[in-house]
C-alpha cells in the first residue's frame, strides 16, 4: 500500500513521523499540514484491502476502536470519517484537485500516478 499526496504538499520527515502524522490527519485529530495547508484525507471501502491494511498498520487499531472514534468525534466536535472513494480514479482527481489531499492505494496503482500527485510513503 502508498499513502499518496498532492506534489505540490512539501511535508517531509522520518517514516515514524509521516506514520505519526498521517494518523492524526486521517483520525481528524490535526485539521492542517504542518505547513498550514488544510487536510483533505480521503479513505477506501471499509472492505478494501486498502482501508483494511491502513486501520491495521498506520493507525493500528480494529475496526471496533475506530467506529468508537468517530462516534466520539461526532459527539464531542461534530467531526465525521474521511470521505470514502470507491476507485483510484476518482481519488486521483480528488487529490489533484486539493493540496492538502491526502489518500491510500495498493502499490500497484502507484505506476498510474498522474504528474500532479506523489508517494508519501509506502507501507
Known amino acids: ?66 467506529s468508537t472514534h468517530w462516534v466520539k468525534m461526532k459527539q464531542l466536535s461534530g467531526e465525521t470519517p474521511p470521505r470514502v472513494i470507491r476507485s483510484s480514479g476518482i481519488l486521483f482527481r480528488f487529490i489533484e484537485k486539493h493540496k492538502g489531499g491526502i489518500g491510500i492505494v495498493k502499490q500497484e496503482e502507484v505506476r498510474k500516478l498522474p504528474p500532479s500527485i506523489k508517494v508519501l510513503f509506502g507501507f
Not at 41 to 56: P, T
Request: charged share 25%.
Open 1 to 66: 500500500m502508498a499513502i499518496i499526496v498532492n506534489r505540490e504538499n512539501p511535508i517531509s520527515g522520518t517514516s515514524k513521523e509521516l506514520n505519526i502524522l498521517v494518523a492524526r490527519i486521517f483520525l481528524k485529530q490535526q485539521k492542517d499540514w504542518p505547513n498550514d495547508i488544510l487536510c483533505r484525507a480521503y479513505d477506501r471501502e471499509l472492505d478494501s484491502a486498502e482501508h483494511q491494511q491502513f486501520v491495521e498498520h498506520i493507525l493500528k487499531m480494529s475496526e471496533g476502536t475506530l
